[in-house]
Structure formats: structure tokens, C-alpha cells
């Protein structure tokens, strides 16, 4: 099933991402960052949704509006886990950056996305359930 693979890509990304910020924490002289240190919980968040989604509503999973739904979900994983790995390498180097904003404003942009499609494939659902 392809949200296995999902979970699966989740949770090896959740645990690279631990073992990026430990080894980067390592080598920066004493430095850490609260952002680098919190980029490896993002994934986690994704899993924790898709398996309540999984449980409460299986048959979902299976709606039409439900595929585009999670890759909305999973670019903006992607994009906010990229803006805390970028914030927090210029935390450690001392410098920062303004354009580490578009991440965040495309993590949202794909949140609103992957939620109006969840609503639809939940719409969906509902009809097909009230029609039988």
C-alpha cells in the first residue's frame, strides 16, 4: 500500500534528519540551534496524521481527492523541514538569511492545498456512503 511506503520514507527521514542535527551539533564548537534541533519532529507530525486519518477514516485512504491530499501534506513537511535546516545551519554559522521565509510561506501554501483536497475526498466519501 502506498501510505506504508510513506510512513516507512517518514520515519527513515525523521531518523537521517536526527543524526544530521546530532553530528552537525557535534562539530559546531558548542553552537546548537532550536531550529536544527526541531527539523527531525516534523515527519513524525506527518505519520501521527496519516495514521489517525488511517484509523479513523480507512476508507479515505482510498478516495480519489486522498493521493494529492498527502503529497500537499508531504511538500509542506518538506519545505518546512528545509526552512528549519537552513535557519538553523546560519544559526550555528552566525548569520541568517530572509529568503528562509518562502519555505514557511510554501509549507502553507501546500497546507491549504492538501487540506481543501482532504475535505474533498472526504466529501467524496460521505457521498458515495449516503448513495449506497
Not at 500500500?1 to 527513515?12: D, K, P, S
Not at 525523521?14 to 544530521?20: A, E, R, T, W
Not at 548569520?95 to 467524496?124: D, P, Q
Request: glycine share 8%.
Amino acid at each position: 500500500m502506498q501510505i506504508n511506503r510513506w510512513l516507512a520514507g517518514l520515519a527513515a527521514g525523521s531518523v537521517f534528519l536526527y543524526i544530521f542535527k546530532t553530528v552537525y551539533n557535534y562539530f559546531g564548537y558548542g553552537v546548537t540551534s532550536g531550529a536544527l534541533d526541531s527539523a527531525w519532529c516534523w515527519p513524525l507530525l506527518l505519520i501521527v496524521f496519516l495514521l489517525v486519518v488511517r484509523i479513523v477514516k480507512p476508507d479515505v485512504t482510498k478516495a480519489r481527492g486522498m493521493r494529492a491530499s498527502c503529497r500537499c501534506f508531504l511538500l509542506a513537511v518538506i519545505s518546512v523541514v528545509l526552512g528549519r535546516v537552513l535557519t538553523g545551519i546560519f544559526e550555528i554559522a552566525g548569520t541568517s538569511s530572509g529568503y528562509v521565509v518562502v519555505y514557511y510561506l510554501a509549507a502553507l501554501v501546500f497546507t491549504l492545498l492538501g487540506s481543501f483536497f482532504l475535505t474533498v475526498a472526504l466529501r467524496i466519501q460521505s457521498l458515495r456512503h449516503m448513495s449506497s
